[in-house]
């Protein structure tokens, strides 16, 4: 059981490699992230990337929406309704778009590092047929894994929500289970963000392997991921200040009652243009510097793997030189003949049948006198022939002594024709 998960990367092994091992100076990592992205135009391609990614993605979205809005007839009648279509099909392009997207921009970002050629294409790397498929089942086992973490608290959520809405009022349960909730979903986050670099730069891995692998390299690890991002919060903030404008003033006014089908399509359109253009701007910093972390990581953890199969050498070698001989290919022998033969008395040479020593190796058995390969004698006729009692010329027939060769048999002296 232990041998099966140490193959399929268990967790005890990737403790073992994780042991004693450094932390990653994120300083270091920030100042590297804004060094590269100022050298060779990175910036701008980063930039042009990204903006290309949240086009692809929000831009479909959008154009649905208002769409449905302007219908005068048919499925949407009213606001409820063409925001649930909205919603789902937002849902569809995050499943079966956005993985392809995602995985091209971290062979982007991977490239950039190494010092490769990229370029804004390279997007759509992930777009291609085996690439497309890895990266929406690694999307689908990322969200059911996310999935079975939050199951509990979000439905306590839910569950209260809904009493809310039938009697007017929530239980003590809601606000911990909400936060229960928000908590679980940003570890997960943390756990799982590492697994599209893993796919991005060893595609075998598979897409549950590459969730399994970025579990066990973030174990210990969220805090220092977490610090890295804090010192990128402004990209979150500016990348999410427009939307929040809009439901503040949404809320707070009667700017949805006041303005028109028309207005309102032309407000939400400022708004997507407005949240691309900040995502743009201000993502590839925080790309660049996951990407940066996902390599530092990477050199850590293979040196340790080196460290500990050093370690396991060494210690297989002393075990050998204590015990007092090193083990050969083949089966041990007692000292004098090589390994790798059928066992000796230290006289033959091995390979062969064993023998007392005296005759050469390879031939049947005899008790020294006769040359080997012959069939067993007295010692006295020459081998080859049958046995005789040592009077008779051997090649013939048994004799007593007194028959003639080529007789089939005698008698006590005289031979019988």
């Known amino acids: 059981m232990r041998a099966r998960r140490a193959k399929r990367g268990g967790i005890a092994q990737v403790n073992s490699m994780r042991a004693d091992a450094p932390r990653i100076n994120l300083a270091q990592?920030?100042?590297?992230?804004?060094?590269?992205?100022?050298?060779?135009?990175?910036?701008?391609?980063?930039?042009?990337?990204?903006?290309?990614?949240?086009?692809?993605?929000?831009v479909p979205v959008m154009i649905l929406n208002y769409a449905l809005m302007f219908t005068g007839g048919g499925v949407a009648q009213d606001a409820q309704t063409t925001m649930n279509i909205g919603n789902l099909f937002m849902m569809l392009m995050q499943a079966l778009v956005a993985p392809a997207l995602t995985l091209g921009l971290a062979r982007y970002e991977l490239n950039m590092y190494n010092g490769r050629p990229r370029s804004p294409m390279d997007l759509f790397e992930g777009l291609t047929?085996?690439?497309?498929?890895?990266?929406?089942?690694?999307?689908?086992?990322?969200?059911?894994?996310?999935?079975?973490w939050v199951m509990i608290p979000m439905s306590l959520v839910l569950n209260e929500i809904a009493m809310a809405q039938l009697y007017g009022q929530m239980s003590l349960m809601f606000w911990p289970a909400l936060l229960t909730l928000l908590f679980l979903m940003f570890n997960r986050g943390l756990a799982y963000s590492q697994q599209f670099y893993f796919l991005a730069q060893e595609p075998h891995v598979g897409a549950i392997m590459s969730l399994r692998l970025s579990t066990m390299v973030m174990h210990g690890r969220l805090k220092e991921l977490f610090c890295l991002y804090l010192r990128f919060f402004y990209c979150f903030i500016l990348t999410a200040l427009p939307n929040v404008a809009l439901q503040v003033m949404a809320n707070t006014t009667q700017l949805g009652f006041e303005l028109n089908t028309a207005e309102q399509a032309l407000v939400g359109v400022g708004v997507t243009l407005a949240t691309?253009?900040?995502?743009?701007?201000?993502?590839?910093?925080?790309?660049?510097?996951?990407a940066i972390y996902f390599v530092r990581l990477n050199e850590i953890l293979s040196r340790r793997a080196e460290e500990l199969r050093r370690?396991?050498?060494?210690a297989f070698n002393e075990a050998a030189q204590s015990s007092g001989s090193l083990p050969g290919w083949g089966e041990s022998s007692n000292g004098s003949a090589p390994s790798g033969d059928a066992h000796s008395?230290?006289?033959?040479?091995s390979g062969d049948a064993p023998n007392?020593?005296?005759?050469?190796?390879?031939?049947?058995?005899?008790?020294g006198n006769a040359p080997s390969g012959d069939a067993p004698n007295d010692g006295n006729a020459p081998s080859g022939s049958t046995p005789n009692d040592g009077?008779?010329?051997?090649?013939?027939?048994?004799?007593?002594?007194?028959?003639?060769?080529?007789?089939?048999?005698?008698?006590?002296?005289?031979?019988n024709t």
């Open 391 to 415: 009077s008779a010329p051997g090649a013939d027939g048994a004799t007593d002594g007194g028959a003639r060769p080529g007789d089939d048999r005698s008698g006590n002296g005289a031979g």
């Open 356 to 367: 007392d020593g005296n005759a050469p190796s390879g031939d049947a058995p005899n008790d």
């Open 311 to 314: 370690a396991h050498e060494d």
């Open 29 to 58: 990592v920030a100042a590297e992230t804004r060094a590269l992205l100022r050298r060779d135009g990175n910036y701008r391609r980063t930039a042009l990337t990204v903006a290309l990614m949240q086009t692809l993605i929000s």
């Open 276 to 290: 691309i253009v900040l995502t743009s701007l201000c993502m590839p910093v925080l790309e660049t510097a996951s």
């Open 129 to 148: 047929r085996g690439s497309y498929f890895l990266s929406v089942r690694a999307m689908l086992w990322r969200a059911l894994s996310m999935l079975v």
């Open 345 to 349: 008395d230290g006289n033959a040479p």
